[in-house]
């Protein structure tokens, strides 16, 4: 069974419009705003939303929109009520009050052909237990609502390639022995695990269904990654 680091999952996103993203998040109450320069023309906006992070990637470079399973995200904020911002990269965001729909963090729809062996895959890699509401799966404080769909979009392209949601996030303590140990579970190798200067050592999974996952060993939630047997990015 997986070890978290952190009882949520953070949500990532690129984008070529960054300030529509802004100003949006500024007006919905999404707080917690802190800036990372990631190299290669991106810079990093993640805004906390309860235990979790919105992380808004803007890149220099053109990116079109592509295929995703995962489209629109709920996140806690400080509002009186639920606000939405339907982004140009079909990306839909809405902002609501701590509790509303049960929501104390965030929580994604994800679009599947085959929601049962979504559902048992996050069980296996990520120990999901199931929610109140049917259809609605929780990692942490984090809930994934999965919808059946025979027609939705598998993304096996990079998560670094295109805009929209391409990725969530899940803070684990051995980025070596988690990637090893999901890849035996049916997923799919997107990138081998790598040091992120003193920062992070992280790797990419595909989920069965092409959903990318990013597993990060974050030194602020696991102390020092300096032994961490993996190469420098």
């Known amino acids: 069974?997986?070890?978290?680091?952190?009882?949520?999952?953070?949500?990532?996103?690129?984008?070529?419009a960054w300030d529509d993203y802004r100003v949006a998040m500024e007006s919905m109450g999404v707080g917690g705003h802190e800036f990372l320069k990631l190299g290669g023309g991106a810079h990093q906006h993640r805004f906390r939303c309860g235990e979790a992070i919105l992380k808004i990637n803007s890149l220099r470079a053109p990116v079109e929109p592509r295929p995703t399973t995962i489209r629109s995200v709920r996140v806690v904020a400080v509002t009186d009520g639920p606000q939405t911002f339907e982004?140009?990269?079909?990306v839909r965001i809405e902002a609501v009050p701590a509790g509303y729909d049960g929501i104390t963090t965030n929580?994604?729809?994800?679009?599947?052909?085959d929601p049962a062996v979504i559902v048992q895959?996050?069980?296996d890699a990520f120990g999901a237990v199931p929610s109140v509401d049917t259809d609605v799966w929780?990692?942490?404080s984090s809930r994934i609502r999965l919808v059946a769909d025979a027609d939705a979009p598998a993304d096996?392209?990079?998560p670094r390639e295109g805009s929209g949601?391409?990725?969530l996030t899940v803070q684990i303590f051995d980025v070596v022995a988690e990637h090893a140990r999901v890849l035996a579970l049916g997923a799919t190798e997107g990138a081998a695990p790598v040091r992120m200067g003193e920062t992070a050592a992280i790797s990419f999974v595909v989920a069965p269904d092409g959903t990318w996952?990013?597993?990060?060993?974050?030194?602020?939630?696991?102390?020092?990654?300096?032994?961490a047997p993996v190469p420098d990015r």
């Open 213 to 227: 996952i990013e597993l990060s060993q974050r030194a602020s939630l696991t102390g020092s990654i300096a032994a």
């Open 165 to 167: 949601i391409r990725y």
């Open 138 to 140: 929780t990692i942490g």
């Open 156 to 158: 096996h392209g990079s």
């Open 87 to 90: 982004a140009s990269d079909d």
């Open 1 to 16: 069974m997986v070890e978290l680091a952190k009882q949520a999952i953070d949500v990532g996103i690129m984008t070529n």
């Open 107 to 113: 929580e994604v729809d994800w679009q599947t052909p």
């Open 121 to 123: 895959f996050l069980i």
